[in-house]
Every structure is written in C-alpha cells, then in structure tokens.
C-alpha cells in the first residue's frame, strides 16, 4: 500500500490545522499512523490520494445510507446548484423536505432545519429549557451529543450527580447544570429525578447510543425513561442524529415505538451534505421564534442544495425494501463474523442493529454501558485496522466508533470484507502473547 501523497498532503495539513484535521477523529490518534486523504467515493468504495480503494464502513460517519455518489443524490444536487447556491430567504426545497419528512413521521409535526447534528442538539436544549422553564439537562454516561457546551459533560467523582467537563474552555457554572447518569440503571435515574425534578429541564439520550461502541439499550429501559420523564412534566429528547432514517424512516422513536417530546436528526438527513434538524409537536415548536420566544437562527439554514441532497436521500429512503434488505445483509453479515470468531474461541463480537455494527474486543454477551467497555481491549482494535487498511477495507479510526453499511454494500462485497476481517483477526489473535485474550 502506498501513502506517499496522502503523507506529503498529511504534512501540510499539520501546518494549517490544528492536529492537521477539521475534526479530532480524523487524525488517526487512536489507531496510530497517518490518515489516508479521500480523493473520491463511489458506491461502497473510497480511493485515496495515492490511489488505493478501500471497501468503506465508516460512510461518511454515518449520512451516505446509499452509498457515495450516488446517481439520484448527485443529480438532485447539480440541479439545485444551477439556480445558485444560497438565498438568505425561503424556497419550495425547504417545503419539499419537510413534506416528506413530516407526512411519514408521526413523531414530529413541525420541524425546523439547521445546519449540523450539534446545532440541532443545542437548539433542542434550549427549546426544553425556554418551554419548562427549568435549568438542569440529564444526559447519559456514553451517549454523545455533539461538541454542545452543556453536553460535554462526564460523570463527577463521588456522590455528585453533576458533571465536569469534558473539555477546557467550559465554565464550570455551565457544567453544573448537566448531570451524568449510567445507561440502562433505572435506579439512578430514579434517584436523580426524585432529588431534583422540579429542577430537570429535560433527560437527553441517544435511544441507540452508538458513538462510543454499540451500547443497545433494553426497550424496558426506554420506556421506563419515557414514563418517568412523563410523570414529572420533564421533556425526553431523543438524539436521533445516528439512529434517525437508519434504524427506518421513522428512526428509533418508531422501531421502539416510543414518542419522545423533541428529536434531534443530522447525518442521513442531508444526503451527505451540512443538514441537520429539530423536530417536536407544534404546540412545543410554537416556542421557536418567530412565534415564540426561544431564539434560534441560521444563514444557511435550509440552504436549497443541501435540501436538493436531503430530498433525494429521503425520497430512496420512503422504500421498506431499503431497510429490510440493509439490515439482512448487516445480519449476514455480523453472523458470519460472530461464528468465526466463536468457532476459534476469540474474545471478539460484532454487536450490530439494523444497517450499524461495532466490532468489541470481548467476551461479553452484552454491552449495555461505557463502563463495561475495557480500554485496553482497543489495542487490539488499533491492530485491525491497520491491517484492515492495508488490506482495503475503511473502518473509523476508532474502536470506539461504530461502522455502517449502505445500500451500496453487495453481498459480495460483505463476503469479500468478511473474508479479510477474518483473516486480520487471525492475524491480530496470533501476535498476542500467550495466555492473553484467548480464551
Ligand atoms: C454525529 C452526532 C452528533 C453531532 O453531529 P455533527 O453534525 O457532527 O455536529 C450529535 N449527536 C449524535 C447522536 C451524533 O451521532
């Protein structure tokens, strides 16, 4: 595998860019080496600088759910483009997209269009604290929600159920008013709300959370949540930028069935394009200025070719085929390499649900919360990818981070991945010292 240019690219990108990326994940910190820089995309595949073809899981993240490039999205985008780009006022785009979101999604009736996962979360927020009144945000250990303020926010040490920050640069007077509770424990969230439920603007939670591994949730768990947050007028917000039109067009709030009282999207949303959304009851979103009194704006909120690209996405997405076929092959898939793995007795599980996979270093059946992932098993991941990317399969620079499969994935691409993954675990188990990680 050559990595000339993308090294020489690498070399000047560290001098215009903090850690030479745009986003921490990119800068390959956890898996070692350098990143490899994207030249172009093509179905399930991605060629670098230096011209070698990868077989992607990581999908942009999470958004290209058909694959890069593909022919209806590029399409519907060249055409927006040639009507120009940006107008600082409303088009029928914007229309198009929320109509085709909002007739085949009872969860939200009214919905208002940003520009980033993140901005859809802070204003989410802040619409739950305008419309409660109330200061304090539950979030969950595990769950990420975007680089919000409030929501970078861990656990405190000892009885404190309020959280530090996670990053410099946040006061602890806004730290303060989050608080961090463990995934799937009904008790601590019992406890928390009966100490402060006046006080609880809203508990936020990733119904599928998936950006720090898989950590699937018991549908008991949410509908405990959901009842609880009922019972004490607090608002439940689920973050569906990941999960929503990727678990179905209705997101997780559909496949558990459960109404939450605000959802967040971003990702698939925009078709590989800057989108993301916010969506509520109308009565909840009448408090949006300029109707209500919760101020949240945006230059490029809506903007028409990136609508042009939601629309398109969306439109392929209204097919249940898409999502019966996804998550058969995603099934295969995992059964194939969850059977290889046992059949040699290695502590590895592909933990998976619909079109989203996480490969975990473990002998776990389940993997429910953060503190049941062992940090030491990611150096074993650090080995995979590595020889995965020399073998020409992409996943994120990450063993944290989850992978996807399009609709670009044929089964013979999967049968060909699954191949080299098997032949890299070999590979990984067998350079490890005796008596470690064999079972
Ligand atoms: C990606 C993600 C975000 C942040 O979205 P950006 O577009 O990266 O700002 C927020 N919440 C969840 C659940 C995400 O997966």
Redesign the pocket.
């Known amino acids: 595998m050559k990595q000339e240019k993308s090294n020489d690219l690498y070399r000047k990108a560290l001098n215009y860019f903090p850690g030479g990326v745009n986003s921490p994940v990119r800068a390959f910190r956890s898996v070692g080496g350098t990143p490899i820089f994207i030249e172009k995309g093509e179905g399930c595949y991605l060629t670098d600088a230096d011209g070698n073809t990868y077989i992607d899981f990581c999908c942009s993240?999470?958004p290209l759910i058909l694959g890069h490039n593909h022919p209806r999205v590029r399409e519907s985008i060249i055409d927006s483009l040639s009507n120009g780009t940006s107008f600082g006022a409303p088009t029928a785009k914007e229309n198009e997209l929320a109509e085709l979101i909002l007739q085949h999604n009872p969860y939200i009736e009214k919905i208002r269009f940003v520009s980033?996962?993140?901005?859809a979360?802070m204003s989410a927020v802040r619409l739950a604290r305008g419309y409660t009144g109330r200061p304090i945000i539950v979030k969950f250990e595990g769950?990420?929600?975007?680089?919000v303020d409030s929501l970078l926010v861990k656990a405190g040490s000892g009885l404190s159920t309020f959280g530090i920050s996670s990053s410099a640069g946040i006061p602890e007077s806004v730290a303060s008013d989050t608080m961090v509770l463990p995934l799937n424990d009904k008790r601590a969230l019992e406890v928390a709300i009966s100490d402060f439920a006046h006080d609880i603007a809203a508990i936020i939670i990733?119904p599928v959370p998936?950006?720090n591994g898989l950590l699937l949730q018991e549908k008991s768990f949410l509908e405990f949540l959901r009842k609880i947050t009922a019972d004490n007028n607090i608002m439940l917000i689920f973050?569906?930028?990941?999960s929503g039109f990727r678990l179905g067009f209705t997101g997780a709030a559909g496949y558990y069935g459960i109404q939450p009282d605000i959802i967040?999207y971003?990702?698939i949303i925009g078709g590989g394009l800057?989108v993301?959304a916010y969506g509520a009851s109308a009565e909840i979103m009448s408090k949006i200025a300029p109707d209500g009194d919760v101020y949240q704006a945006g230059t490029l909120s809506g903007n028409p070719v990136a609508m042009s690209a939601g629309i398109a996405q969306l439109r392929e997405c209204l097919n249940d085929v898409l999502y019966y076929e996804l998550e058969r092959k995603t099934i295969r898939f995992c059964e194939k390499l969850n059977g290889f793995a046992e059949d040699k007795s290695y502590d590895f599980r592909v933990f998976s649900i619909a079109s989203i996979f996480w490969f975990a270093f473990t002998d776990k059946e389940k993997i429910r919360s953060s503190e049941e992932i062992d940090p030491e098993s990611m150096r074993h991941f650090k080995k995979l990818h590595k020889i995965l990317l020399e073998n020409g399969v992409y996943l994120g620079p990450s063993g944290y981070e989850v992978g996807f499969i399009s609709a670009a994935h044929t089964e013979e691409v999967l049968e060909s991945a699954a191949e080299k993954i098997c032949n890299a675990l070999d590979q990984v188990f067998s350079e490890l010292p005796e008596g470690i990680s064999k079972v």
Do not use: L
């Not at 980033?116 to 901005?119: D, H, K, L, Q």
């Not at 973050?239 to 990941?242: L, S």
């Open positions: 993240w999470g980033s996962g993140t901005e979360v769950c990420y929600h975007g680089h990733e998936a950006n973050d569906e930028v990941i967040t971003g990702k800057p993301g």
